[in-house]
């Protein structure tokens, strides 16, 4: 969408002046951050509007929505948006809230519409959010009112990146390109294997978390220490075998991050999709890795479903190899709803994404070997900060400061071993950036 | 009495579509039905709305494009909310390749409808 053509009826949040000395809550030099900024309300109240009414927001996937009329509701921040496929094929997406009284316009999550009713006083809302009419449509003419002028709110900007549709809310954002940067080519890993493009499988699967949305967030960006003590009881289970000590290969191993996205890899190639416990999934694994070397590098190739887990700043995470497409949906300080979907390349056989369908199932949802492990961890980390003196402790995120190296093949800030908290440092400085900058041209270039 | 307008000509209006003509004193929708042709009056009778510019639903109903409310195309009966009230409808006369109405009559289902 061209900037001069702002969308008429949009008001962008009010901003308000950023908090005051923000540095008491992060200081990544020193690897220490704040609880606060998991607990207090104030601290969340300005996330919603400095990080979610800015940055762009994972939305969808082309493949759920393909023909005109096809829609998804999902939500940015707090914010519900509905993403409808338009009669030209482009994507558009809209406050899910009627501009009259302010009632939600599309209840169902997913599906395929005419347009949008609202149910309290029947405005008629086209798929490309344009008010078509109104119940008693008689009266508001006789009164002057002007239709063009009351269409659904849209979003300021929609783009997608090789099928992952983003958007967001600022006008003033700088392109969904520019935003991923380097980092798109990381992406490409799980979204470009072989030119024939991804797709989502099997719907959404929605469950509420008691924690604070960064947990996860960072958690996929760079945690991947927790995995050999907190899945160890699953891990043995699935793969008859305890995760591997992953600090002994340091050298195959990194963190990767650019502008607060990050990716903690090593180079095994197998080592998550192994936790299916599934040996077709990982011959499958084996069969297309060559191809993918001739396309993208024998480095890429190696990460398709190595051990390894990342996050696109600010909410949305997935793990290759299983292939979890998940966002962090914050619902207060101490809440999210949390949104996962099944990735699959489309020139998978059927059997082999029915498996990947089955091995995020048992795998990272809600009654999932590995949820349930971080699902009570990402909640007391949360929940402890209730207590007021606990909210005043420091926590530690020094582990790894020191290990950055050049790299003659990996863009963006590269860090040997993944067993490191470089990502989840990049990425609260990232959260500390937004929070400071009163404008995009304030953000430095990480 | 008659009063027969000039329309369109058949070739002009395929199967499955409608169109909005003017006549004197408001508009009517023209549908073709399977090469059948049927005229009723445009304007929704709930609220304001181009009937033409709606959808073909059933095979023999019209979907208002703003409240997706129904009326039957041949007797222009109203089917379902919000629409109440029936659509006027007009006796369509096919001569050669062009399509006429009468305006004071109405078509043969919805003089013969119950």
Not at chain 1, 129 to 156: I, P, T
Not at chain 1, 158 to 177: C, E, H, M, N, Q
Not at chain 1, 209 to 238: L, P, R
Not at chain 2, 74 to 85: E, H, I, Y
């Amino acid at each position: 969408m061209c900037k001069n053509e702002k969308p008429i009826n949009f008001k962008p949040p009010r901003q308000k002046a950023a908090l005051d000395d923000l540095d008491q809550y992060v200081n990544m030099a020193e690897g220490r951050m704040s609880r606060k900024v998991f607990w207090e309300r104030d601290i969340y109240e300005q996330e919603l509007e400095k990080i979610f009414a800015r940055v762009w927001l994972f939305l969808g996937h082309v493949s759920q929505i393909p023909k005109a009329g096809d829609y998804v509701t999902t939500s940015m921040g707090e914010d519900d948006v509905l993403v409808v496929r338009q009669k030209d094929g482009a994507i558009k997406a809209f406050l899910n809230t009627c501009p009259h009284r302010g009632n939600r316009v599309c209840f169902s999550e997913v599906g395929n519409a005419r347009g949008f009713i609202c149910n309290y006083h029947g405005w008629s809302f086209g798929i490309d959010g344009a008010l078509r009419g109104m119940h008693e449509s008689g009266a508001y003419e006789a009164s002057g009112f002007d239709k063009s002028q009351h269409g659904l709110h849209e979003v300021a900007q929609v783009d997608s990146y090789k099928g992952l549709i983003f958007g967001t809310l600022d006008p003033a954002a700088p392109p969904l390109k520019e935003y991923l940067g380097d980092f798109a080519w990381y992406l490409d890993t799980l979204l470009d294997m072989d030119g024939e493009g991804t797709e989502f499988i099997g719907g959404c699967v929605r469950s509420v978390m008691k924690c604070n949305w960064k947990f996860g967030a960072e958690n996929f960006a760079g945690d991947v220490m927790h995995a050999g003590w907190t899945h160890d009881s699953g891990a043995k289970a699935m793969l008859g075998g305890a995760v591997p000590e992953l600090d002994k290969c340091a050298g195959d191993s990194y963190h990767v991050n650019v502008n607060g996205h990050g990716w903690e890899f090593n180079l095994d190639k197998v080592g998550n999709s192994a936790t299916f416990g599934d040996k077709e999934v990982r011959r499958y694994i084996h069969e297309i890795q060559p191809k993918v070397a001739e396309r993208l590098g024998h480095t890429r190739s190696m990460m398709i479903g190595s051990i390894s887990s990342a996050t696109v700043f600010p909410n949305m995470s997935f793990l290759p190899g299983q292939n979890t497409f998940r966002v962090w949906q914050p619902r207060g300080p101490d809440e999210i709803e949390l949104h996962t979907w099944t990735l699959v390349n489309k020139s998978a056989p059927e059997e082999i994404k029915e498996r990947y369908r089955r091995g995020t199932m048992i795998t990272f949802s809600p009654s999932g070997v590995f949820e349930m492990d971080d699902g009570e961890n990402f909640e007391y980390s949360t929940r402890s900060n209730r207590g007021r003196v606990t909210r005043e402790q420091d926590l530690f995120l020094g582990l790894g400061i020191g290990t950055r190296i050049e790299h003659p093949e990996l863009p963006g800030n590269v860090f040997q071993g993944q067993i490191n908290e470089a990502n989840q440092r990049a990425y609260y400085q990232r959260w500390l950036d937004f929070m400071k900058a009163e404008s995009w041209d304030e953000l430095p270039q990480r | 009495m008659t009063k027969k307008v000039f329309l369109i000509k058949a070739a002009e209006l395929r199967p499955g579509c409608a169109r909005k003509i003017d006549i004197e004193g408001g508009d009517l929708a023209l549908f073709n039905l399977e090469g059948k042709f049927y005229a009723t009056s445009n304007l929704c009778t709930h609220a304001t709305a181009s009937l033409a510019d709606g959808e073909i639903v059933g095979g023999d109903c019209v979907a208002c494009p703003v409240h997706f409310g129904e009326f039957h195309i041949p007797t222009g009966q109203a089917m379902s909310f919000p629409c109440t009230v029936d659509l006027r409808t007009y006796k369509v006369i096919e001569e050669g390749g062009d399509i006429y109405a009468d305006l004071d009559e109405e078509s043969e289902e919805a003089a013969s409808a119950i």
